[in-house]
Protein backbone atom coordinates (compact mmCIF):
# COMPACT_ATOMS: atom_id res chain seq x y z
CA UNK A 1 0.00 0.00 0.00
CA UNK A 2 2.64 2.46 1.14
CA UNK A 3 4.36 1.75 -2.77
CA UNK A 4 0.88 2.49 -4.03
CA UNK A 5 0.53 5.87 -2.23
CA UNK A 6 3.90 6.81 -3.19
CA UNK A 7 3.16 6.41 -7.46
CA UNK A 8 0.24 7.61 -6.87
CA UNK A 9 1.52 11.22 -5.31
CA UNK A 10 4.03 11.01 -8.03
CA UNK A 11 2.07 11.08 -10.78
CA UNK A 12 2.25 14.85 -11.15
CA UNK A 13 5.89 15.26 -10.09
CA UNK A 14 7.04 13.13 -12.64
CA UNK A 15 7.12 13.21 -16.37
CA UNK A 16 7.03 9.18 -16.41
CA UNK A 17 3.86 9.41 -14.41
CA UNK A 18 2.24 12.64 -15.63
CA UNK A 19 1.57 11.31 -19.43
CA UNK A 20 0.24 7.90 -17.93
CA UNK A 21 -3.53 7.47 -18.41
CA UNK A 22 -5.24 6.12 -15.24
CA UNK A 23 -5.45 2.57 -16.97
CA UNK A 24 -2.10 2.85 -17.11
CA UNK A 25 -1.04 3.87 -13.70
CA UNK A 26 -3.12 1.14 -12.67
CA UNK A 27 -0.84 -1.38 -14.77
CA UNK A 28 2.30 0.26 -13.11
CA UNK A 29 1.07 -0.04 -9.62
CA UNK A 30 0.70 -3.72 -10.29
CA UNK A 31 3.57 -4.53 -11.50
CA UNK A 32 5.34 -2.47 -8.70
CA UNK A 33 3.94 -4.38 -5.91
CA UNK A 34 3.29 -7.96 -7.50
CA UNK A 35 5.43 -10.86 -6.64
CA UNK A 36 8.29 -10.96 -8.62
CA UNK A 37 11.49 -12.59 -9.65
CA UNK A 38 13.10 -9.42 -9.63
CA UNK A 39 11.84 -6.78 -6.45
CA UNK A 40 11.91 -3.26 -7.05
CA UNK A 41 13.78 -2.71 -4.10
CA UNK A 42 13.38 1.04 -2.79
CA UNK A 43 11.00 2.17 -5.41
CA UNK A 44 13.42 2.04 -8.13
CA UNK A 45 10.74 2.93 -10.73
CA UNK A 46 10.45 6.44 -9.24
CA UNK A 47 13.71 7.68 -10.46
CA UNK A 48 13.56 10.56 -12.80
CA UNK A 49 13.21 9.02 -16.13
CA UNK A 50 13.80 11.60 -19.57
CA UNK A 51 11.68 8.94 -21.94
CA UNK A 52 8.17 9.64 -22.08
CA UNK A 53 5.20 6.80 -22.52
CA UNK A 54 3.10 7.60 -25.16
CA UNK A 55 -0.39 6.84 -24.84
CA UNK A 56 -0.56 3.94 -27.18
CA UNK A 57 2.46 2.75 -24.78
CA UNK A 58 2.00 -1.47 -23.86
CA UNK A 59 2.24 -0.99 -20.28
CA UNK A 60 1.25 -4.93 -20.31
CA UNK A 61 4.38 -5.66 -21.96
CA UNK A 62 6.01 -2.92 -19.69
CA UNK A 63 4.89 -4.69 -16.79
CA UNK A 64 6.58 -7.94 -17.64
CA UNK A 65 9.69 -6.90 -18.78
CA UNK A 66 10.37 -5.04 -15.40
CA UNK A 67 8.73 -7.57 -13.26
CA UNK A 68 9.52 -10.89 -14.90
CA UNK A 69 12.99 -10.13 -16.95
CA UNK A 70 14.14 -7.73 -14.17
CA UNK A 71 14.81 -4.39 -16.42
CA UNK A 72 15.04 -1.22 -15.61
CA UNK A 73 11.68 1.07 -16.19
CA UNK A 74 13.60 2.77 -18.71
CA UNK A 75 15.10 -0.21 -20.32
CA UNK A 76 11.76 -1.62 -20.02
CA UNK A 77 10.14 1.18 -22.39
CA UNK A 78 12.48 1.07 -24.75
CA UNK A 79 12.28 -2.38 -25.36
CA UNK A 80 9.25 -2.94 -25.66
CA UNK A 81 9.08 -1.06 -28.67
CA UNK A 82 10.67 -3.98 -30.46
CA UNK A 83 7.98 -6.46 -28.91
CA UNK A 84 4.17 -6.50 -27.49
CA UNK A 85 3.03 -9.31 -25.40
CA UNK A 86 -0.20 -9.94 -26.08
CA UNK A 87 -0.12 -13.53 -24.03
CA UNK A 88 2.02 -14.45 -21.17
CA UNK A 89 2.10 -18.08 -21.82
CA UNK A 90 5.48 -18.50 -24.53
CA UNK A 91 7.29 -15.90 -22.52
CA UNK A 92 6.67 -17.66 -19.12
CA UNK A 93 7.45 -20.53 -21.12
CA UNK A 94 11.02 -19.19 -22.38
CA UNK A 95 11.71 -17.73 -18.86
CA UNK A 96 11.30 -21.45 -16.88
CA UNK A 97 13.33 -22.97 -19.93
CA UNK A 98 16.20 -20.74 -19.15
CA UNK A 99 15.91 -21.16 -15.64
CA UNK A 100 15.99 -24.83 -15.94
CA UNK A 101 19.39 -24.24 -17.86
CA UNK A 102 20.96 -22.27 -15.11
CA UNK A 103 20.78 -18.83 -16.47
CA UNK A 104 20.70 -16.28 -13.17
CA UNK A 105 18.80 -12.80 -13.63
CA UNK A 106 21.71 -11.09 -15.15
CA UNK A 107 21.60 -13.34 -17.55
CA UNK A 108 17.99 -12.94 -18.59
CA UNK A 109 18.07 -9.43 -18.11
CA UNK A 110 20.99 -8.86 -20.54
CA UNK A 111 19.72 -11.58 -22.89
CA UNK A 112 15.82 -9.98 -22.82
CA UNK A 113 17.37 -6.56 -23.58
CA UNK A 114 19.93 -7.60 -26.29
CA UNK A 115 16.78 -9.80 -28.10
CA UNK A 116 13.77 -9.24 -26.70
CA UNK A 117 11.80 -11.30 -29.02
CA UNK A 118 13.36 -14.69 -27.61
CA UNK A 119 10.29 -14.14 -25.19
CA UNK A 120 7.86 -14.70 -28.23
CA UNK A 121 10.00 -17.72 -29.48
CA UNK A 122 8.61 -21.66 -29.00
CA UNK A 123 10.13 -22.27 -25.88
CA UNK A 124 10.10 -26.33 -26.58
CA UNK A 125 10.65 -26.40 -30.47
CA UNK A 126 12.87 -23.51 -31.36
CA UNK A 127 15.17 -23.14 -28.16
CA UNK A 128 14.93 -26.19 -26.18
CA UNK A 129 17.12 -28.13 -28.96
CA UNK A 130 19.65 -25.75 -29.35
CA UNK A 131 19.99 -25.80 -25.90
CA UNK A 132 20.33 -29.01 -25.48
CA UNK A 133 22.48 -28.94 -28.15
CA UNK A 134 25.31 -27.38 -26.95
CA UNK A 135 25.39 -28.81 -23.53
CA UNK A 136 25.83 -32.18 -25.27
CA UNK A 137 28.99 -30.50 -26.48
CA UNK A 138 30.55 -30.36 -23.22
CA UNK A 139 30.20 -26.44 -22.01
CA UNK A 140 28.66 -25.91 -18.72
CA UNK A 141 25.16 -24.57 -18.38
CA UNK A 142 27.05 -21.39 -16.29
CA UNK A 143 29.10 -20.82 -19.59
CA UNK A 144 26.32 -21.58 -21.78
CA UNK A 145 24.10 -18.77 -19.88
CA UNK A 146 26.77 -16.45 -20.42
CA UNK A 147 27.56 -16.84 -23.93
CA UNK A 148 24.20 -16.35 -25.05
CA UNK A 149 23.30 -13.67 -23.10
CA UNK A 150 26.44 -12.01 -24.48
CA UNK A 151 25.94 -12.83 -28.11
CA UNK A 152 21.70 -13.61 -28.57
CA UNK A 153 22.28 -14.06 -32.19
CA UNK A 154 23.21 -17.84 -31.65
CA UNK A 155 19.57 -18.32 -30.94
CA UNK A 156 18.86 -16.30 -34.04
CA UNK A 157 20.10 -19.32 -36.63
CA UNK A 158 19.47 -22.64 -37.63
CA UNK A 159 20.32 -24.96 -35.52
CA UNK A 160 20.26 -28.02 -38.42
CA UNK A 161 21.28 -25.92 -41.09
CA UNK A 162 24.07 -23.15 -39.18
CA UNK A 163 24.77 -24.82 -35.36
CA UNK A 164 25.86 -27.89 -36.02
CA UNK A 165 27.57 -27.82 -39.67
CA UNK A 166 29.77 -24.76 -37.95
CA UNK A 167 30.49 -26.85 -34.89
CA UNK A 168 31.51 -30.29 -36.70
CA UNK A 169 33.59 -28.24 -39.52
CA UNK A 170 35.10 -26.71 -36.18
CA UNK A 171 35.62 -29.44 -34.50
CA UNK A 172 37.48 -30.93 -37.28
CA UNK A 173 40.10 -28.69 -37.48
CA UNK A 174 40.45 -28.71 -33.86
CA UNK A 175 40.20 -32.08 -32.76
CA UNK A 176 38.85 -31.48 -29.59
CA UNK A 177 35.26 -30.75 -28.30
CA UNK A 178 37.73 -28.66 -25.31
CA UNK A 179 39.21 -26.10 -27.87
CA UNK A 180 35.46 -25.79 -29.70
CA UNK A 181 33.65 -25.01 -26.49
CA UNK A 182 37.00 -22.06 -26.11
CA UNK A 183 35.85 -20.76 -29.17
CA UNK A 184 32.10 -20.90 -28.38
CA UNK A 185 32.97 -19.05 -25.31
CA UNK A 186 35.49 -16.36 -26.38
CA UNK A 187 34.71 -15.79 -30.52
CA UNK A 188 31.10 -17.13 -30.60
CA UNK A 189 30.19 -14.88 -33.98
CA UNK A 190 31.94 -17.64 -35.54
CA UNK A 191 29.02 -20.18 -35.60
CA UNK A 192 27.23 -17.05 -37.42
CA UNK A 193 29.63 -16.83 -40.24
CA UNK A 194 28.73 -18.59 -43.66
CA UNK A 195 32.11 -20.77 -43.27
CA UNK A 196 32.30 -21.76 -46.77
CA UNK A 197 32.37 -17.96 -48.05
CA UNK A 198 35.88 -16.49 -46.27
CA UNK A 199 36.68 -19.39 -43.48
CA UNK A 200 37.07 -22.53 -45.40
CA UNK A 201 38.77 -20.65 -48.28
CA UNK A 202 41.07 -19.27 -46.15
CA UNK A 203 42.09 -22.16 -44.84
CA UNK A 204 42.50 -24.22 -47.70
CA UNK A 205 45.20 -21.28 -48.66
CA UNK A 206 47.14 -21.98 -45.38
CA UNK A 207 47.30 -25.99 -46.00
CA UNK A 208 48.66 -25.00 -49.75
CA UNK A 209 51.37 -23.39 -48.45
CA UNK A 210 52.27 -26.04 -46.26
CA UNK A 211 50.58 -24.60 -42.86
CA UNK A 212 50.15 -28.19 -40.56
CA UNK A 213 47.39 -28.51 -39.18
CA UNK A 214 48.47 -27.55 -35.61
CA UNK A 215 49.41 -24.06 -36.56
CA UNK A 216 45.60 -23.64 -38.61
CA UNK A 217 44.39 -24.97 -34.86
CA UNK A 218 46.44 -22.48 -33.43
CA UNK A 219 44.70 -19.45 -35.25
CA UNK A 220 41.68 -20.76 -35.73
CA UNK A 221 41.39 -20.74 -31.42
CA UNK A 222 43.16 -17.68 -30.66
CA UNK A 223 42.05 -15.31 -33.63
CA UNK A 224 39.29 -17.07 -35.49
CA UNK A 225 38.06 -13.09 -36.97
CA UNK A 226 41.38 -13.00 -39.18
CA UNK A 227 39.94 -16.71 -40.59
CA UNK A 228 36.67 -14.58 -41.20
CA UNK A 229 38.08 -11.82 -43.64
CA UNK A 230 37.38 -11.94 -47.09
CA UNK A 231 39.58 -14.42 -48.98
CA UNK A 232 41.17 -11.38 -50.71
CA UNK A 233 42.46 -9.52 -48.55
CA UNK A 234 43.43 -12.28 -45.97
CA UNK A 235 45.78 -13.89 -49.01
CA UNK A 236 47.38 -10.05 -49.09
CA UNK A 237 48.45 -10.81 -45.56
CA UNK A 238 49.71 -13.92 -46.04
CA UNK A 239 51.23 -12.68 -49.01
CA UNK A 240 53.19 -10.35 -46.86
CA UNK A 241 54.09 -12.81 -44.14
CA UNK A 242 55.68 -15.18 -47.00
CA UNK A 243 57.49 -12.30 -48.52
CA UNK A 244 58.83 -11.56 -45.36
CA UNK A 245 60.56 -14.95 -45.09
CA UNK A 246 58.31 -16.55 -42.46
CA UNK A 247 58.12 -19.97 -42.97
CA UNK A 248 54.20 -21.76 -42.97
CA UNK A 249 55.41 -25.04 -41.02
CA UNK A 250 56.50 -22.57 -37.92
CA UNK A 251 54.35 -21.24 -35.50
CA UNK A 252 55.78 -17.88 -35.83
CA UNK A 253 53.83 -17.38 -39.38
CA UNK A 254 50.48 -17.80 -37.47
CA UNK A 255 52.16 -15.12 -35.38
CA UNK A 256 52.50 -12.88 -37.86
CA UNK A 257 49.67 -12.93 -39.90
CA UNK A 258 47.66 -11.79 -36.37
CA UNK A 259 50.08 -8.94 -36.51
CA UNK A 260 49.71 -7.86 -39.63
CA UNK A 261 46.02 -8.31 -39.79
CA UNK A 262 46.01 -5.81 -36.88
CA UNK A 263 45.69 -2.33 -37.47
CA UNK A 264 48.66 -0.54 -39.64
CA UNK A 265 48.36 2.46 -36.74
CA UNK A 266 49.13 -0.01 -34.25
CA UNK A 267 53.04 -0.62 -36.34
CA UNK A 268 53.76 2.74 -37.11
CA UNK A 269 53.36 3.77 -33.02
CA UNK A 270 55.66 0.77 -31.96
CA UNK A 271 58.46 1.89 -34.87
CA UNK A 272 58.04 5.03 -33.55
CA UNK A 273 58.88 4.00 -30.03
CA UNK A 274 61.54 1.41 -31.03
CA UNK A 275 63.44 4.53 -33.06
CA UNK A 276 63.36 6.30 -29.86
CA UNK A 277 66.20 4.20 -28.78
CA UNK A 278 67.99 3.97 -31.51
CA UNK A 279 66.40 0.93 -33.79
CA UNK A 280 66.95 1.23 -37.28
CA UNK A 281 64.24 0.16 -39.88
CA UNK A 282 66.62 -2.99 -39.89
CA UNK A 283 66.27 -3.55 -36.62
CA UNK A 284 62.33 -3.13 -36.31
CA UNK A 285 62.28 -5.86 -39.17
CA UNK A 286 64.66 -8.27 -37.82
CA UNK A 287 63.28 -8.17 -34.27
CA UNK A 288 60.03 -8.31 -36.00
CA UNK A 289 61.12 -11.61 -37.42
CA UNK A 290 62.60 -12.94 -34.46
CA UNK A 291 59.07 -12.28 -32.07
CA UNK A 292 56.78 -10.90 -34.03
CA UNK A 293 54.62 -10.05 -31.20
CA UNK A 294 57.37 -7.92 -29.90
CA UNK A 295 55.51 -5.42 -32.17
CA UNK A 296 51.64 -5.90 -30.36
CA UNK A 297 53.07 -4.18 -26.89
CA UNK A 298 51.73 -1.16 -25.87
CA UNK A 299 53.85 2.29 -26.34
CA UNK A 300 54.46 2.58 -22.93
CA UNK A 301 55.37 -1.15 -22.54
CA UNK A 302 58.05 -0.75 -25.14
CA UNK A 303 59.11 2.75 -23.61
CA UNK A 304 58.93 1.03 -19.62
CA UNK A 305 60.91 -2.18 -20.61
CA UNK A 306 63.68 -0.44 -22.77
CA UNK A 307 63.88 2.37 -20.33
CA UNK A 308 64.75 -0.12 -17.64
CA UNK A 309 67.18 -2.54 -19.44
CA UNK A 310 69.12 0.60 -21.13
CA UNK A 311 68.98 2.95 -19.01
CA UNK A 312 69.27 1.06 -15.70
CA UNK A 313 70.77 -2.12 -16.26
CA UNK A 314 73.11 -0.67 -18.83
CA UNK A 315 72.38 -3.11 -21.87
CA UNK A 316 72.78 -1.60 -25.38
CA UNK A 317 69.79 -1.12 -27.07
CA UNK A 318 70.98 -2.71 -30.24
CA UNK A 319 71.36 -5.87 -28.01
CA UNK A 320 67.67 -6.12 -26.90
CA UNK A 321 66.97 -6.04 -31.04
CA UNK A 322 68.41 -9.60 -30.87
CA UNK A 323 66.27 -10.81 -28.23
CA UNK A 324 63.05 -9.24 -28.79
CA UNK A 325 61.08 -11.51 -26.68
CA UNK A 326 62.13 -9.76 -23.57
CA UNK A 327 60.05 -6.90 -24.73
CA UNK A 328 57.12 -9.39 -24.29
CA UNK A 329 57.85 -10.62 -20.67
CA UNK A 330 56.30 -9.12 -17.59
CA UNK A 331 58.35 -6.59 -15.88
CA UNK A 332 57.12 -6.64 -12.53
CA UNK A 333 57.31 -10.67 -12.39
CA UNK A 334 60.19 -11.24 -14.24
CA UNK A 335 62.53 -8.97 -15.39
CA UNK A 336 62.51 -6.18 -12.69
CA UNK A 337 63.37 -10.00 -10.13
CA UNK A 338 65.44 -11.20 -12.13
CA UNK A 339 67.50 -7.89 -12.78
CA UNK A 340 67.94 -7.39 -9.28
CA UNK A 341 69.47 -10.66 -8.23
CA UNK A 342 72.29 -10.16 -11.20
CA UNK A 343 72.75 -6.63 -9.91
CA UNK A 344 73.27 -8.04 -6.24
CA UNK A 345 75.83 -10.14 -7.83
CA UNK A 346 77.65 -7.69 -9.48
CA UNK A 347 77.83 -5.56 -6.27
CA UNK A 348 79.62 -8.63 -4.35
CA UNK A 349 81.84 -8.96 -7.39
CA UNK A 350 80.68 -12.89 -8.00
CA UNK A 351 79.86 -12.09 -11.31
CA UNK A 352 81.39 -10.44 -14.61
CA UNK A 353 79.11 -7.97 -16.31
CA UNK A 354 80.49 -8.00 -19.64
CA UNK A 355 80.17 -11.79 -19.55
CA UNK A 356 76.45 -11.74 -18.86
CA UNK A 357 73.71 -12.21 -22.00
CA UNK A 358 70.50 -10.12 -21.93
CA UNK A 359 69.35 -13.64 -22.97
CA UNK A 360 70.79 -15.99 -20.45
CA UNK A 361 69.28 -13.65 -17.27
CA UNK A 362 65.95 -12.71 -18.95
CA UNK A 363 65.51 -15.92 -21.59
CA UNK A 364 65.86 -19.56 -19.46
CA UNK A 365 62.68 -20.81 -17.58
CA UNK A 366 62.98 -20.25 -13.90
CA UNK A 367 64.50 -23.56 -13.05
CA UNK A 368 67.28 -22.69 -14.59
CA UNK A 369 67.94 -19.48 -13.95
CA UNK A 370 67.54 -20.05 -9.92
CA UNK A 371 69.93 -22.99 -9.91
CA UNK A 372 72.10 -20.74 -11.95
CA UNK A 373 71.92 -17.07 -10.48
CA UNK A 374 70.21 -17.88 -7.09
CA UNK A 375 70.82 -21.19 -5.55
CA UNK A 376 74.34 -21.36 -6.15
CA UNK A 377 75.40 -17.91 -4.46
CA UNK A 378 72.96 -19.01 -1.25
CA UNK A 379 76.08 -19.06 0.73
CA UNK A 380 77.67 -16.09 0.18
CA UNK A 381 74.64 -13.64 -0.35
CA UNK A 382 71.66 -15.90 2.25
CA UNK A 383 69.57 -13.00 1.14
CA UNK A 384 69.55 -13.52 -2.53
CA UNK A 385 66.44 -15.63 -2.58
CA UNK A 386 64.67 -12.80 -0.70
CA UNK A 387 65.69 -10.38 -3.44
CA UNK A 388 64.55 -12.27 -5.90
CA UNK A 389 60.93 -12.84 -4.13
CA UNK A 390 61.15 -9.05 -3.59
CA UNK A 391 61.30 -8.88 -0.16
CA UNK A 392 64.75 -7.48 0.64
CA UNK A 393 65.71 -4.31 -0.99
CA UNK A 394 68.86 -4.79 -2.95
CA UNK A 395 70.19 -1.71 -1.58
CA UNK A 396 70.15 -2.88 1.96
CA UNK A 397 72.18 -5.99 1.04
CA UNK A 398 75.26 -3.56 -1.30
CA UNK A 399 78.49 -3.68 0.63
Not at 156 to 180: F, G, R
Not at 187 to 193: A, V
Not at 231 to 243: D, M, Q
Not at 256 to 281: C, P, Q
Request: proline share 5%.
Amino acid sequence: MAALCILKSLRSAHPIFSCLSCKNLLAVERFAVADSHFPLQNLSFCRPVTTKISAEQDDYTVSYLVNSCGLSPESAIQVAQKVKLRSLEKADAVLALLRNHEFSNADISKLVKRHPLVLMADAEKTLLPKLEFFCSTGISRMDLARTLSYDPALLKISLQNQIIPAYNYLKSLLLSEDKVMKVLKNKPWIFLENLSKNVVPNIELLRELGMPSSGIALLLAHSPNILMKKHELFSEIVGEVKELGFEPMKSSFVSAIRVLSGKKTIWSRNSEAYRKWGWSEDDILSAFKLNPLCMTKSEKKIMETMEFLVNKMGWPSASIAKYPTVVSLSLERRIIPRCSVVKVLFSKGLMVEENLSLASVLCPAEKPFLERFVIRYLDQVPQLSNVYQGKVDIHDIYD
